[in-house]
């Protein structure tokens, strides 16, 4: 006589076990139409699940959070069903739902087209109007292996014996003909999955993600609620398309990267002025917040590296050598042991506390190739990074201080929708459970004290303490994660540092704040150009203004123009080139400079500029100095 409690608080008691369909039909049929799984105790079932003791159970429908997962793992199986049926010998491998989507991994000696797409997706879409009522089966893990060796699973039989614990049990879910071993859970039916889906792509994978295995084709696919959300997502996708930094860089002149330094950018001047731009920013905030900035050697000896714990937990990642004297060094992956270095000269007092000490450090990290992605994932880069060392009574507040600092600055860019995730104590660390309660308890307080809204991962913090990462959400609701606090008791103690405290012992340790605000100058200028689709506001243009001539009478003119306008601390270049003017507009138009100032006889006679914005605007002419204030007045106000 199982008693269920519903997420409102309320029960209904049953004579007997009853499944998650009868609870939702008990509840009234509309709920039972819509159903598509359940959540008993926190697990995500199917709705046939039986209920034989006291529960706490939800009912899944399309409005729920997990839904899509839900509705994207059937679309996979819906797929490989599709795949088997149009091409029989066909080997189904594993098919799981991913981040906006799905992908199956198949073994079949003719490689699909990008036609066979259409036909798959054709085929996917009549198996939904088929209403196939998806069932869950147990088998016996002998019967199981024998029944998918006589149809040539030999991929499934693998998984069986490799993937399945001895002690889990074996099962299968059943669409139709068709079966696949599954955790689940699923849909009741084939026709509960909605038809807004598309397959979109084809790659290849090694099985079981292990190069030295057989290569298998995968076939990647979308799925969502309903074709609006679909649409929505394809529509977000020819948009990224647009953005794409890559594209951008090279229509813009930003950067290059080149196979002679894989992973590492090669920044043109128009880039490297707006690399300059972020740290001249930065810098300012960073004074204005209290901090000192510092500067540390890019290479240092192992040692350093054994005593921070990065050599043990970390070194996969990182870039050595060892010299003629046998001395091993490591360029390095992170600023923290530098910085800790940097405390540790002379001695410091509680009254040096807070000590922020803030570097424009350059890191290395050794990234596999194939997950280097434009300046979204490099191997070298720059961090706005910062440390602050504080005692245990501070704590809390600088993180207050920091989290705010973080939200101020992403406004200053365009960013209003930020989602903090806090990452408690991973697996791997260091430290003792007692140092991680305070640390963590810190950063909750903090939150808590703003009223700030975070979301918990258990287990994904850093190995050597708790971590608060800030996430974007760009022009086209794509999420950033960029901005970073962490907080550490773990290398104060590990490199044996101290300050005199107020009774004048010598031995107290300060805790440690890890802060970064951009994270990476690279992946966040990535981000920046994605963001505003290469049409910068002008604070933050490379190039703020163009002057062109109409013919080269005005060349000496636009020469001092320049000059004077570079004198104000504008950006500007000049096109003197034998072009005709209207060449010159669209042309800098399209290279997205915000102002284009046209100079003919006229304007040289009355010491004037003919101004027009990026988008076409006509602001008719003014002298030079009017159009100085203009400009110096928008890049104050970071317009």
């Not at 039986?50 to 409005?63: M, R």
């Not at 979301?455 to 971590?467: I, K, N, S």
Request: charged share 30%; hydrophobic share 40%; glycine share 8%.
């Amino acid at each position: 006589m199982p008693q269920v409690t519903l997420p409102d608080g309320s029960s209904r008691q049953f004579d007997q076990s009853i499944s998650v369909h009868d609870v939702a039909a008990d509840i009234g049929a509309g709920l039972a139409k819509a159903a598509l799984a359940g959540k008993v105790n926190g697990q995500l079932v199917d709705t046939s699940f039986l209920i034989e003791q006291d529960s706490e159970v939800a009912i899944i429908t399309a409005k729920s959070d997990e839904a899509l997962e839900l509705i994207r793992h059937d679309a996979a199986h819906v797929m490989a069903q599709a795949v088997q049926e149009l091409f029989p010998g066909t080997q189904v491998t594993i098919g799981p739902a991913i981040e906006d989507g799905f992908y199956y991994d198949f073994a079949r000696e003719e490689p699909f087209s990008p036609d066979d797409l259409a036909t798959i997706e054709a085929r996917m879409q009549e198996i939904v109007g088929r209403d196939l009522p998806i069932e869950r089966e147990v088998w016996g893990r002998e019967d199981a292996k024998r029944t998918f060796a006589d149809i040539g699973e030999t991929f499934k039989v693998e998984i069986i014996e490799d993937v399945i614990p001895e002690n889990e049990e074996v099962s299968v879910y059943r669409q139709g003909d068709w079966f696949d071993v599954c955790r689940g859970p699923h849909l009741p039916s084939t026709g509960k999955l909605p038809k807004a889906f598309k397959l979109m792509k084809l790659a290849g994978a090694y099985w079981r993600g292990n190069s030295d295995n057989e290569m298998l084709q995968r076939i990647y696919g979308t799925a969502w609620r309903d074709k609006k959300e679909l649409n929505a997502h394809l529509h977000r996708l020819e948009e990224a398309e647009k953005r794409d930094h890559r594209k951008l860089g090279r229509k813009l002149d930003l950067f290059h990267f080149s196979d002679e330094a894989p992973g590492s950018v090669f920044w043109h001047p128009k880039g490297w002025a707006l690399f300059l731009k972020l740290i001249d920013y930065m810098r300012k905030r960073q004074e204005e917040a209290g901090y000192i900035e510092v500067n540390t050697p890019d290479v240092m000896d192992r040692s350093l590296w054994e005593t921070s714990g990065h050599w043990f937990n970390y070194r996969e990642n990182m870039f050595s050598t060892q010299t003629e004297d046998e001395r091993v060094f490591a360029l390095k992956p992170m600023n923290c042991p530098g910085s800790v270095s940097m405390f540790a000269q002379g001695l410091k007092s509680y009254r040096d506390l807070p000590l922020r000490m803030a570097e424009f450090g350059k890191v290395h990290r050794y990234e596999p190739s194939g997950a280097l992605h434009g300046l979204m994932r490099v191997r070298h880069f720059t961090q706005d990074d910062a440390h602050v060392y504080c005692t245990e009574e501070q704590m809390e507040q600088e993180c207050i201080d920091v989290v705010a600092l973080i939200v101020d600055i992403y406004k200053d860019f365009g960013f209003e929708d930020i989602v903090i995730k806090l990452s408690t104590r991973p697996e791997k660390r260091i430290g003792s459970d007692e140092v991680w309660d305070k640390l963590e308890g810190a950063l909750i307080n903090a939150l808590e004290t703003m009223g700030l809204d975070y979301v918990l991962y258990p287990g994904e913090g850093a190995f050597y303490g708790p971590t608060l990462d800030s996430v974007l959400r760009d022009a086209i609701g794509r999420d950033w994660q960029c901005g970073t606090l962490q907080v550490d008791m773990n290398l104060p103690e590990r490199f044996d540092i101290s300050y005199v405290d107020e009774s004048g012992g010598r031995d107290k340790r300060p805790v440690m704040l890890h802060r970064a605000l951009f994270g990476s100058l690279e992946r966040f200028i990535g981000i920046l150009i994605e963001h505003y689709e290469g049409k910068f506001p002008v604070w933050l243009s490379p190039v703020q203004a163009a002057i062109l001539t109409i013919t080269d009478k005005q060349d000496s003119y636009v020469r001092d123009v320049e000059k004077r306008l570079k004198a104000n601390g504008l950006r500007v270049i000049s096109d003197l080139r034998n072009e005709k003017v209207g060449f010159k507009i669209r042309e800098h138009t399209l290279q997205a400079v915000p102002y284009l100032l046209v100079v003919g006889d006229r304007e040289v006679e009355n010491g004037e500029l003919a101004v027009r914005t990026q988008s076409g605007e006509d602001l008719g002419t003014m002298p030079i100095d009017a159009f100085a204030t203009l400009l110096q007045e928008r890049a104050k106000n970071l317009q």
